[in-house]
T-cell receptor, first 114, second 118 residues
Framework: AQSVAQPEDQVNVAEGNPLTVKCTYS??????LFWYVQYPNRGLQFLLK??????LVKGSYGFEAEFNKSQTSFHLKKPSALVSDSALYFC????????????FGAGTRLFVKA | GAVVSQHPSWVICKSGTSVKIECRSL??????MFWYRQFPKKSLMLMAT?????????EQGVEKDKFLINHASLTLSTLTVTSAHPEDSSFYIC??????????????FGPGTRLTVT
């Protein structure tokens, strides 16, 4: 079965420190991986994606993610966290079931303290 | 660009009544739209895939007669919750993919609709 796991419900980090939000996946076939962010009272926003090519993907707001096939992971990273990065982050995988649909992880809430 | 709107943003209705939620792609055409339900502190649960001009594809366990989906144009999909009950209270989110992007491309999400059934 296709699935996405985000093992941490919450991640706390101090402003200016690097942050990592973890994601692992289980899919048959090629993995198409995404990160979305949800700010309070706003819709999910696309951050970045891995379809093919370089394992290190750069996205919006200084975020990046590294695709690791052997570890089936796609962790989200940022070198220096901002208070404004505090939000709910979703890892997702797109699967082809006669048309692509997206399966979301449970979400990880990121708190960045000033 | 790539803005998706939802209307209403919140709605309160009485048990037994029906509620319609609209999802519009404002600056692009969307052959495919998706409807999700998000529970508190939970992830998004895909309810159905809405295809313009054809019947929606519902996920297992989602009652198609209760959650009616219509995708009559390339910019509008509607979700009607029929005979609503308190357990239908939830946050409903739609998303859209640009037409011509049939592959694993990113989706653009609406801000969501909070439904409360009393």
């Amino acid at each position: 079965a296709q699935s996405v796991a985000q093992p941490e419900d919450q991640v706390n980090v101090a402003e200016g420190n690097p942050l990592t939000v973890k994601c692992t996946y289980s899919v048959s076939g090629n993995p198409y991986l995404f990160w979305y962010v949800q700010y309070p009272n706003r819709g999910l926003q696309f951050l970045l994606k891995y379809i093919t090519g370089d394992n290190l993907v750069k996205g919006s707001y200084g975020f990046e993610a590294e695709f690791n096939k052997s570890q089936t992971s796609f962790h989200l990273k940022k070198p220096s966290a901002l208070v404004s990065d505090s939000a709910l982050y979703f890892c997702a995988v797109s699967v082809n079931t006669g048309g692509f649909k997206t399966i979301f992880g449970a979400g990880t809430r990121l708190f960045v303290k000033a | 660009g790539a803005v998706v709107s939802q209307h209403p943003s919140w709605v309160i209705c009485k048990s037994g009544t029906s509620v319609k939620i609209e999802c519009r792609s404002l600056d692009f055409q969307a052959t495919t739209m998706f409807w999700y339900r998000q529970f508190p502190k939970k992830s998004l649960m895909l309810m159905a895939t809405s295809n313009e001009g054809s019947k929606a594809t519902y996920e297992q366990g989602v009652e198609k007669d209760k959650f009616l989906i219509n995708h009559a144009s390339l910019t509008l999909s509607t979700l009607t919750v029929t005979s609503a009950h308190p357990e239908d209270s939830s946050f409903y989110i739609c998303s859209a993919k640009e037409s011509g992007t049939g592959g694993p491309y990113e989706q653009y999400f609406g801000p969501g609709t909070r439904l409360t059934v009393t």
